[in-house]
C-alpha cells in the first residue's frame, strides 16, 4: 500500500515538472514571437494591422504612417545591432589576454549556439 501511494506521488510530481516545464516553455515563445515579429518592414506592418484590425478606409489612411514607422523601427533595430556587435567584439577583445584559447572559441561560439538553440522553436 505505501509503495502505491509513493509511486503515485512520484508520477504526480513528475506530471507536474513537465507540465511546468512545456507552460514555460510556451510563455517564453509568446513573448519572443512580439519581439521577432518586428524584425522587418513587412513584418512591422503586418504585426501592425492584425493588431488595430482597421476599417478599409482606416487603412488606406494609416497605411503611410505605419509604413514610415516601419522604416524607422527597421533601421533602428539595424543600429542597434550594430552597435551590439562592436560592443561584443571590443569585450572580447579585451577579455582575450586572460582567457585561453579554448575559452575564446567558446565565447566566439556561443552566439552560433544561441542562434541554433532557439532557431527550432
Do not use: C, W
Given at each position: 500500500m505505501?509503495?502505491?501511494a509513493i509511486?503515485?506521488?512520484l508520477i504526480s510530481l513528475?506530471?507536474?515538472f513537465a507540465?511546468?516545464?512545456i507552460t514555460s516553455s510556451q510563455i517564453t515563445k509568446m513573448r519572443t514571437r512580439?519581439?521577432?515579429s518586428m524584425s522587418s518592414i513587412d513584418a512591422f506592418k503586418a504585426r501592425a494591422f492584425s493588431v488595430i484590425e482597421p476599417t478599409p478606409e482606416q487603412k488606406s489612411l494609416i497605411m503611410p504612417i505605419v509604413e514610415e514607422y516601419a522604416l524607422k523601427s527597421d533601421t533602428l533595430r539595424k543600429q542597434a545591432s550594430r552597435?551590439?556587435?562592436g560592443l561584443m567584439?571590443?569585450?572580447h577583445s579585451k577579455l582575450q589576454p586572460y582567457l585561453s584559447d579554448v575559452q575564446m572559441e567558446r565565447l566566439h561560439n556561443f552566439?552560433?549556439?544561441v542562434k541554433k538553440k532557439y532557431k527550432h522553436h
Amino acid at each position: 500500500m505505501k509503495t502505491r501511494a509513493i509511486l503515485t506521488i512520484l508520477i504526480s510530481l513528475i506530471t507536474g515538472f513537465a507540465i511546468g516545464f512545456i507552460t514555460s516553455s510556451q510563455i517564453t515563445k509568446m513573448r519572443t514571437r512580439d519581439i521577432h515579429s518586428m524584425s522587418s518592414i513587412d513584418a512591422f506592418k503586418a504585426r501592425a494591422f492584425s493588431v488595430i484590425e482597421p476599417t478599409p478606409e482606416q487603412k488606406s489612411l494609416i497605411m503611410p504612417i505605419v509604413e514610415e514607422y516601419a522604416l524607422k523601427s527597421d533601421t533602428l533595430r539595424k543600429q542597434a545591432s550594430r552597435e551590439f556587435h562592436g560592443l561584443m567584439d571590443e569585450f572580447h577583445s579585451k577579455l582575450q589576454p586572460y582567457l585561453s584559447d579554448v575559452q575564446m572559441e567558446r565565447l566566439h561560439n556561443f552566439p552560433k549556439y544561441v542562434k541554433k538553440k532557439y532557431k527550432h522553436h
